[in-house]
Every structure is written in structure tokens, then in C-alpha cells.
């Protein structure tokens, strides 16, 4: 995550996820940014939406009305803005800079898991997305989550949000590799998949997790139109490719 994203409509589609998940504060929500530095580059400025409230309001009034003060003005486009506002009710937070080099993620990450102690479910908001092949400590490679951390939050017990952004690659074969990579470290969660037009987002919910926050998930599924977020439950997969249903009934 960048401070350059905040109020632009991908933000806007995570922010009304976490809300749903959140269930009014009843699930208890650890958000960690993954904060990385301004790159220079236009991204996040994907703005046009906020002058469109006709369209897009419906989604999430409050929290559209949120982006748009956020927006409003260069100096308001911090992911403060996010955590003061109390857009995620009863939400925590850890907004260090991740560095790149393996030391520094690995304090990082420990400061999380204790920051995050309480939290029912952890999102984690890289840049891009799950671990590719960049091994951890290289250049950029704050952008993205490893499987081994990934591992160490669900053996604690946590549920876990994690942010994907799409590649340009076929995205049914995509989607199916990266939930069977979440599966080899996180063995009998249940999963849904809430996907938008340029990002994915995995949910895995640990078999431990209070049944709330698997029922905000199924209720999430159908909160919006899928031109917004296309919610789904993945029940297992075949032949690489996922078998989803549109809840689970717990």
C-alpha cells in the first residue's frame, strides 16, 4: 500500500469489503498496511468514480462520503485519514514502513503479530500481492506477502484478507494457483474469493475463527452487483480450476 492509493476505486472496493467483514465491529479487524514509499508514478489516481455519485454512492454512502473528503485535498490522502475517519469499526492498525531487506521485514512482521494479538482476522495490503519468484530481501520485494508469514499468522490462529492485484495473465488459472497456494499453508481454512475489475482479495477464515465471520463473508457475497465486488466461496478445486458456491452454510 501506498499513501498515493488512498481514495481512488480500488481503495473504495477494499474499504466496503472490510466494513462487511467487519459486521459493525463484531469481527475484530487488524489491518496491516504494508506501507511501501511513493514511487513517483500515476497510480492511484483511478478519481473519476468520486464525481460520478449517482453510480457509485449506492455502494457504501458513509464511506464514499469519507473518500471523497479524503480526496478533496493532496494533504488528506494518507492512510491517517483512513484510520482517524473510523470508516472499519473497531478496526486496529500497523502502518510502519516495510523495507525490503530480510531483517528489518522480519522485526516488522513480528511487530505485527503482536499488534494484531486480538484480531480476528488480519488483512494484509501489499502492493501487489502474494510472493512470486522474488525472494524475500530483494529489491521491491516489500511489495509483495510471503507464504511463510502467511503461515506463521494462520498457525496462530488468525484469519487472514490478503490483496491481489491482477497480473495480465488468465485469471481463472490465476485465481485457482493462488488459492491453492494459500491452501498449502493455511490446510482446512475455508476460503472466498471477492473479485473487481483489477484486484482479488482471499479471504481464509481459520476452522477456529468465531462462525460471524464466516457468515459476514457469506453475507458479503451478495451485499453488491459484480460490476462492484463478485464475492464467492470456494468449496475445492479440480483440475486447477476452482468449484465455488455462493455460500457456505455453517
Not at 476505486?9 to 511513493?38: H, Q
Not at 522474488?134 to 520485494?141: C, H, I, T, Y
Not at 508469514?149 to 485457482?176: C, D, I, N, T, W
Amino acid at each position: 500500500m501506498k499513501h498515493q492509493y488512498v481514495g481512488d476505486i480500488s481503495d473504495y472496493r477494499k474499504y466496503a469489503l472490510l466494513r462487511a467483514l467487519s459486521w459493525g465491529g463484531a469481527n475484530r479487524i487488524g489491518v496491516c498496511w504494508m506501507l511501501t514509499p511513493s514511487d513517483g508514478s500515476a497510480d492511484g489516481g483511478k478519481l473519476a468514480y468520486l464525481r460520478q455519485p449517482e453510480r457509485y454512492r449506492q455502494f457504501d454512502p458513509q464511506l464514499f462520503d469519507i473518500l471523497a473528503h479524503a480526496a478533496d485535498e493532496p494533504d488528506r490522502r494518507r492512510l491517517q485519514s483512513i484510520e482517524e475517519s473510523g470508516a472499519i469499526a473497531g478496526a486496529a492498525y500497523f502502518n510502519e514502513l516495510l523495507p525490503d531487506h530480510t531483517p528489518g521485514r522480519a522485526a516488522f512482521m513480528d511487530r505485527c503479530f503482536s499488534a494484531f494479538e486480538r484480531a480476528d482476522v488480519v488483512f494484509f495490503d501489499p502492493d501487489n500481492g502474494l510472493e512470486t519468484s522474488l525472494p524475500k530481501g530483494r529489491k521491491n520485494s516489500s511489495k509483495y506477502l510471503y507464504l511463510d508469514e502467511v503461515a506463521r499468522f494462520y498457525g496462530s490462529g488468525k484469519s487472514m484478507l490478503v490483496y491481489q492485484h491482477f497480473p495480465r495473465v488468465e485469471r481463472r488459472a490465476f485465481l485457482a494457483s493462488c488459492i491453492e497456494r494459500l491452501r498449502s499453508v493455511a490446510p482446512e481454512a475455508l476460503i472466498w474469493t471477492f473479485t473487481t475489475a483489477h484486484v482479488a482479495f482471499f479471504l481464509a477464515v481459520h476452522p477456529e475463527s468465531p462462525a460471524r465471520l464466516a457468515a459476514a463473508a457469506n453475507e458479503a457475497c451478495g451485499l453488491w452487483d459484480e460490476g462492484f465486488i463478485a464475492g464467492q466461496y470456494v468449496r475445492s478445486t479440480r483440475h486447477g480450476r476452482p468449484i465455488i458456491d455462493s455460500e457456505i452454510r455453517m
